[in-house]
């Protein structure tokens, strides 16, 4: 099919729902925001229009800079886990019958329908001392008392991992579905195990793949607020907790707002570096 | 015994049996061509051969050594597959020391190496090109070259040149064959084109519903066809049912002289290639017949003949036009040195 350009105003009518669609329900808000961050907070909740930078300023103290630094590690922390699990799982998962593979996806996809109240107090019982999977443990015999495991770092990232895992496997799915079985058996052929096989083919050839899946992975868990604070002790807490907490809690809409525009700026540039460094790799 | 040997062969697919009981042989520095309509248990050979796939009964041997239940990847294999399976992300030199690489050669060795057979496949001076920078037959030459960086103990291909187009094709096959002799490297290629078994192997091998139905040179495989299935998908060729008693031969209800079954046989399917059908005018010993076509191909033609609603095709060069026209009455004469007699 030969594309032509758009010749007059009209060809891009059809642009124009999805456009109004962006801009009343994306821009507009995000507009509000970005200017409610420079506004200045009254007290007893409410703000007046006006161009301060202490909202900001507040924010690059270190309490808060620490907070947006254990944030940010937590997300990749989390896209690291779910990318190194979801890639041989997947790509196993397309190797099976496709019946397998039905029941597959559509277990995943239920635990998808789960809201992230229910995982996080799912797991936090299953991380307690009366009724945690210690107890299971004990019976077996590798522990010798049932012990709580939480509120700790390493239950948050269970519980995140647990929840964008199905996310990661149904992006994942598509690439390694369409990747040339035969490569791996020519690998085979030519003297890779089926382990070296996997590193040394399968790996590379879905690089793009994988780094936009760490992407959305990193982004989709830099949202989380809740399992931090179900599963976590306080300095477990995400850039988002103290986010919802200023603007619903301490009701300081400006402060809440300049941190989460400097969240959105601060992931862009992430994202945009790790982009580059994609592209770089792949022109080398 | 060096080489390759197959012994007693099945492999099964549930119900399905893809290839049974095949027995063969290869001796060490030989082309073998598997020929044979698509689903006749060619491919599933090859594979097993290549350990991509498990016999489910039976035994492969390579140089004397059992190799039925040997990993692929310990096999010392160079594979072309029909897709050819080049890597996308690597270079044509890096899909080219990927075999070296695996097994941790030195740098310089896979340089060296890469050169080598890069001017082997006539392609010197396209190693840090991107493959999907290729034409079809360029990457055909990158996968040989890959299959045979490592200097493999067997040499195998699965359809190698179907995604070529017809010129391209011959020319390669014509390459293949003479790049085999001058390696003296044992191989193994799966085809359903018989011109390209004929033009590269030294034995056919025609399968058909998994089992082998003749292993043979090109030209026996051609002259000499073990039965009509063979006779009809190794070339063109004309099958008439003959019957014989008390010392006369009688084909479609015509008796017929200077053609003999052997002694015991009273029923068979006569093979008669177009080639060896001399038309004559109508005469007693003769098959009557009435001509209905006439193709004219140039370098050929084809003169269709109706005998007794059988059509037989005679195929003539230029120097030897028959002088008849559509709807002539002519003759065919039978000599027993003519026709290859299958048995039922």
């Known amino acids: ?284 | 015994m060096s080489g390759l040997s197959i012994k007693d062969v099945t492999k099964q697919f549930g119900d399905f049996k893809a290839v049974r009981n095949v027995e063969l042989t290869v001796p060490h520095g030989t082309f073998v061509c598997l020929l044979g309509p698509s689903g006749c248990g060619k491919t599933t050979l090859l594979r097993m051969i290549a350990g991509l796939d498990l016999p489910t009964s039976g035994a492969i041997e390579l140089d004397g050594k059992d190799i039925t239940n040997t990993p692929t990847h310990q096999r010392d294999l160079g594979v072309v597959f029909q897709s050819l399976a080049l890597f996308p992300h690597l270079t044509v030199g890096e899909n080219i020391a990927y075999p070296l690489r695996i097994r941790r050669r030195s740098k310089e060795e896979q340089k060296k190496r890469v050169d080598e057979l890069l001017s082997m496949v006539h392609l010197r001076g396209y190693a840090d090109r991107p493959v999907s920078k290729l034409s079809g037959g360029q990457r055909q030459r990158v996968a040989i070259a890959r299959a045979l960086s490592i200097s493999p103990k067997l040499f195998l291909l699965d359809e190698p040149l179907s995604a070529l187009d017809a010129k391209l094709r011959e020319a390669m096959q014509v390459e293949l064959r003479q790049l085999q002799q001058r390696l003296g490297i044992t191989t193994i290629v799966v085809t359903h084109d018989q011109r390209e078994a004929m033009t590269m192997a030294d034995t056919v091998v025609v399968m058909n519903g998994g089992e082998i139905r003749q292993a043979a040179s090109p030209i026996e495989i051609y002259r000499q066809p073990a039965d009509s299935f063979v006779a009809d998908f190794i070339g063109q060729t004309n099958l008439i049912e003959v019957e014989a008693s008390g010392g006369k031969t009688t084909i479609l209800g015509q008796p017929v002289a200077g053609l003999k079954l052997p002694a015991n046989l009273t029923k068979a399917t006569l093979s008669i290639r177009p080639e060896d059908v001399h038309l004559t005018a109508p005469r007693d010993g003769a098959l009557a017949g009435t001509v209905t076509f006439l193709r004219d191909l140039g370098g050929t033609i084809e003169t269709f003949v109706d005998v007794a609603g059988r059509q037989i095709v005679a195929v003539s060069t230029p120097r030897e036009r028959p002088n008849v026209s559509v709807g002539d009455k002519v003759g065919i004469s039978l000599t027993d040195k003519d026709c290859v007699v299958l048995k039922k």
């Open chain 1, 1 to 284: 099919m030969r594309r032509e350009k758009p010749q007059t105003i009209a060809d891009y009518a059809p642009l124009l729902f999805p456009a109004t669609m962006l801009i009343v329900f994306f821009v507009l808000p995000f507009g509000t925001m970005i200017a409610v961050s420079f506004f200045k907070r009254m007290q007893g909740g409410f703000y007046t229009p006006d161009f301060v930078f202490e909202n900001y300023a507040r924010f690059l103290s270190m309490f808060f800079a620490g907070v947006l630094g254990f944030s940010l590690m937590l997300a990749i922390v989390v896209a690291i886990c779910c990318v190194v699990l979801a890639l041989p799982f997947t790509y196993l998962l397309t190797r099976m019958t496709r019946r397998a593979q039905i029941a597959w996806l559509v277990a995943l996809l239920s635990v998808l329908s789960l809201s992230e109240v229910i995982i996080g107090f799912a797991w936090s019982t299953l991380f307690s001392r009366t009724a945690g999977i210690t107890n299971l443990f004990v019976t077996l015999g590798i522990m010798q008392h049932a012990k709580a495991l939480t509120p700790s770092f390493g239950a948050v990232l269970m519980g995140m991992v647990y929840q964008a895992f199905p996310y990661t496997v149904l992006v994942l799915y598509p690439a390694l579905v369409r990747l040339d079985p035969t490569l791996t058996e020519a690998a085979r052929t030519l003297g890779a195990s089926p382990l070296r096989a996997f590193f040394t083919v399968v790996v590379p050839s879905l690089r793009s793949t994988i780094i936009a899946t760490l992407i959305m992975v990193f982004i989709f868990a830099l949202g989380s607020y809740l399992l931090p604070q179900l599963l976590g002790r306080p300095q477990h807490w995400t850039l988002s907790v103290l986010i919802t907490d200023q603007a619903i809690y301490q009701s300081n809409m400006p402060f809440a707002a300049a941190m989460a525009v400097f969240l959105v700026l601060v992931t862009l540039a992430l994202v945009a570096s790790t982009v580059l460094l994609g592209r770089k790799g792949e022109a080398a």
